[in-house]
């Protein structure tokens, strides 16, 4: 038997997926959904409270609560890196913004020293900062530079690690990545507006030099519910089974012709 707060959710779900409240829309107060519902207030209260955790609705101090706008940003991680997130936020319809969270210089962790191939303890120079799409926040960047790049800090308050190394004329000959899964930290949740635990993307990107050394890092902590990642990866057919396996296929077409 479903549980009464579940059927409230399940009722709020069912009036946006039909468009009877459209995104940025106002939804019933408390009380009318208690009385056109028929349940208690708390229950409608700890339906909203999922809902909202969710990324489903949106609180708004002394407004009342809100369909939340959810479109997904499609992250494109490409060779060619012509796309920045900025215009990738506005191909979903929104307008993307920077907040600095902070710009410091500290001892390296552990982790990133070793990504960045330098001795444990060495200073860095790190910019945090909060991405929004359409005043939301749906993601938290974290770049690392080393002291070589120190002078470039400063940019990165307004702007993206890579297309800065670019611009700033770094040779760069490819970008790692890393991309994995994780949950919302307490300092992290805060600043993303979710509840502790709840799920996040996490992306460590590491530019390349050409002589193998890597140029700076960072760590995009995403909301699991506003990205998606793409990639496109080369495929080079070799002399063996790839080579054969196209061959066979040529000859496949041929036979069928």
Known sequence: ????????????????????????????????????????????????RDLVIEGLLIGKQGLGVF????????????????????EEIRRAGLEPSVRLLSLSQLRGP???????????????HVAEKLILAGERPVSIERDYLPTRLAQFSADLTGDYLIPLLFRQGIALSH????????????????LLELSPGTPILKVVYTPMARDGVP???????????????????????????????????????????
């Open 1 to 48: 038997m479903a549980r009464l707060y579940d059927t409230v959710k399940t009722a709020i779900r069912d009036g946006i997926a039909s468009g009877h409240y459209k995104t940025g829309e106002k939804i019933p107060s408390e009380s009318q959904l208690t009385r056109a519902l028929g349940v208690s207030a708390i229950t409608v209260r700890r339906a909203l």
């Open 67 to 86: 369909v939340a706008d959810n479109r997904c940003i499609v992250r494109s991680l490409r060779s060619d890196f012509r796309t920045t997130m900025a």
């Open 110 to 124: 552990a982790d990133i020293t070793e990504i960045l191939q330098m001795r444990r303890g060495s200073t860095l």
């Open 175 to 190: 970008v790692d990545y890393r991309v994995e899964g994780g949950s919302a930290s307490l300092v992290d949740a805060a």
């Open 215 to 257: 140029a700076a890092t960072g760590i995009s902590i995403s909301r699991a519910d506003r990205f998606a990642y793409e990639f496109r990866v080369g495929i080079e057919l070799k002399r063996g089974i790839g080579a054969a396996g196209a061959a066979n296929g040529r000859r496949g077409k041929a036979a069928s012709a």
